[in-house]
């Protein structure tokens, strides 16, 4: 038997036999002493007993000691032998508890050592005589698999012994080729030789091109670097830019709402709609041109949430609905049935792509109707996507073939007349194309002259519930009736919101229109220029609600935002609700706040009307 074989019989008999004899021996050690503890006991009750009763009878006990023994015996006897045949019967457990464990141990053993030997014979024979002991079989069927190794083994020895021998005909075949060729080359010497200084040569050329490569890649990397830093750099300045232009252009269009709510007279009220028009003017242009900046850059994010698509389509009816009928145009809204109600996608990017479109129709529509259709392109339940298409149509000027083919290209128009007629950069729809390819769709249109356009978008969104639970929104707006002299002024917002309001914010101009905007709504309001003075602001005096304009000197909005959560106002403040006030309109702003702590984002410049739909949803959600 091999040292290998020896090893696995001990190391059987110390982790199979020896563990089941140990608990054996440990029970039958513990019954044992059991038993004879309860025997101990029992036999001091007799002799007591014995003793007592002894103790009771008058005589005198060394006279009687022999029946005094006798009794005792008599007593004992009993219980000695029921004593001694639970130490019979223990030894009798342990006897078999050791005895059958080593005689089943030695049987698996010696089938194991026949096994093994049998393993080992095959192994030793391969190549030789081992297809005769293949017919034997193992008694574990672990072994069967090794057999099977064995028998795939012994085949491919005997293909590869005859693959060696076809091997050694052709290697003596070759090697007769490889001593000609040997002749032949040693006649082709000379031309080897006239070969490597060729070699040599166009080796020194090769290091001579590398070294030029080098230096094109070393400028390539050094050229990608200026690209990557003014690419930077055009990110910082169109935050800049859209910053510092669209701060006094918040001015400019809240104080012309304000002025319009004055007395004025006709001539005023035309120059007034004049400057409003073209503060928006210049406001959509703004954001067109940030826009595709960061489209064309590859910066756009689209950023994911949850939302019902019915209030959007609501909000840019009402949006539209006074600007279609101050032009005569009717404007239909129908969202069909199968349209999921719940979505999960960029709900800004949508809004953007719909303004633009639903903006376009009425501009370029002087009478007739404009329509808003929404349906179900196509729907996936098991990877619970669905495509729905966007589609507006106008009865308005309508184009060519091709000015189709030009519409969809950046600072491009159907008629360049109309750019003078009508307005605009061309950058609206390029940026609705390139919108909707982003969120997994596309943008299109189909167009007669004379007869109107229909312009459409299908983009992707991730499908959160089919109906919804809400009770339906009305699309088509509601018209306000006229409300007389008589009838009593309806009541301020500050009258069923009494809220102590602050607002960070350094531009005088806008310090104004917001102060304006929140008496109208029946608030006073305090001032911080800065995050360090709004901070004292709030560890002086509690307050409900914050604006925080994001850049500001001295401490930004951001780091404002983060030491009032953080407790450095107080802990009084650290639950006070924040609206952030930006200027910015680059794609993160509204999530970069939200991440920071704060409870809503506004974009100026400010609408009175959003102004208090934000304040009422915060407070409404708190309520709730």
């Known amino acids: 038997m091999s040292t290998q074989a020896r090893s696995i019989v001990r190391m059987v008999y110390l982790y199979a036999a020896l563990p089941i004899i140990a608990v054996v021996v440990v029970i039958v050690g513990w019954m044992v002493s059991i038993r004879f503890t309860e025997y101990m006991e029992e036999r001091s009750v007799l002799m007591e007993q014995l003793n007592s009763m002894v103790s009771n009878v008058d005589f005198n006990p060394i006279e009687h000691i022999d029946e005094i023994e006798f009794m005792r015996e008599e007593r004992t006897k009993a219980h000695q032998q029921e004593f001694y045949r639970s130490m019979a019967l223990a030894f009798a457990i342990l006897l078999f508890g050791v005895t059958v464990p080593l005689m089943a141990t030695r049987y698996f053993v010696q089938r194991l050592e026949s096994n093994l030997d049998l393993l080992n ?24 698999r090794l057999s099977d190794t064995l028998r795939t083994i012994t085949r491919n020895h005997g293909e590869t012994e005859q693959r060696w021998k076809r091997a050694e005909k052709e290697l003596i075949s070759a090697n007769s080729d490889l001593i000609e060729q040997a002749d032949e080359l040693k006649k082709g010497r000379k031309v080897a030789l006239s070969m490597m200084e060729d070699a040599d040569s166009a080796r020194e050329e090769l290091e001579i091109v590398n070294q030029r490569l080098n230096q094109v890649i070393e400028h390539a990397k050094q050229s990608a670097y200026e690209a990557d830093s003014a690419n930077r750099a055009k990110s910082d300045f169109l935050a800049t830019m859209s910053h510092e232009i669209r701060t006094p ?17 006709e001539e005023q009220d035309d120059y007034l709609a004049t400057i409003k028009t073209s503060s928006e003017a210049l406001m959509s ?43 005569g145009l009717s404007l239909n809204i129908d969202v069909d049935e199968d349209v999921p109600r719940r979505i999960r996608g960029d709900e800004t990017r949508l809004r953007q792509i719909l303004t633009n479109l639903l903006s376009n129709a009425i501009k370029f529509t002087e009478k007739g109707e404009v329509s808003l259709s929404v349906c179900t392109h196509a729907i996936n339940l098991e990877t619970n996507l669905v495509d729905i298409e966007f589609e507006v149509r106008d009865t308005g000027i309508g184009m060519t073939r091709e000015q189709l083919s030009q519409l969809f290209k950046p600072f491009s128009q159907g008629d360049s007349s109309t750019t003078r007629k009508y307005g605009g950069t061309g950058l609206g729809l390029a940026i609705c194309k390139r919108l909707s390819e982003a969120m997994g769709g596309k943008a299109w249109a189909t167009s007669l002259p004379g007869e109107g356009s229909c312009f459409f978008s299908r983009a992707q969104f991730e499908i959160v519930s089919l109906k919804d639970s809400r009770p339906p929104i009305p699309i088509q707006p509601k018209i306000k009736k006229a409300v007389s002299e008589d009838q009593p002024k309806p009541k301020l917002l500050a009258d069923q919101l009494p809220l102590r309001i602050a607002v960070a914010e350094d531009n005088l101009a806008n310090q104004r229109v917001i102060m304006i905007m929140l008496r109208r709504l029946g608030w006073s309001v305090d001032f911080a220029d800065n995050g360090e003075e709004l901070l004292d602001l709030l560890r002086e005096q509690n307050y409900d609600l914050i604006f925080m304009d994001l850049q500001m000197p001295i401490m930004d909005g951001l780091e404002a935002t983060r ?23 680059l794609a993160g702003d509204e999530a970069r706040c939200l991440d920071n702590g704060m409870n809503a984002y506004l974009s100026k410049p400010l609408r009175l009307n959003i102004l208090k739909q934000t304040i009422q949803d915060l407070f409404e959600q708190a309520k709730a």
């Open 121 to 144: 014979d095959r192994l030793s024979s391969i190549g030789t005589g081992g297809s005769a002991l293949m017919p034997q079989t193992f008694d574990f069927k672990e072994f069967d």
């Open 249 to 265: 252009l918040n001015g400019i269009i809240g104080f012309v709402e304000m002025l319009n709510d004055t007395n004025l007279d």
């Open 563 to 585: 030491q009032i959560r953080q407790g450095a106002a107080g802990q009084q403040a650290q639950g006070v609700k924040i609206v952030a006030l930006t200027a910015n309109a």
């Open 285 to 327: 242009l703004i954001n067109d041109v940030l826009d595709f900046s960061k489209v064309e850059s590859g910066n756009l994010n689209l950023e994911s949430r949850d939302f019902a698509i019915l209030p959007v389509i609501r909000e840019l009816s009402s949006m539209f609905f006074s600007q279609a009928t101050e032009k």
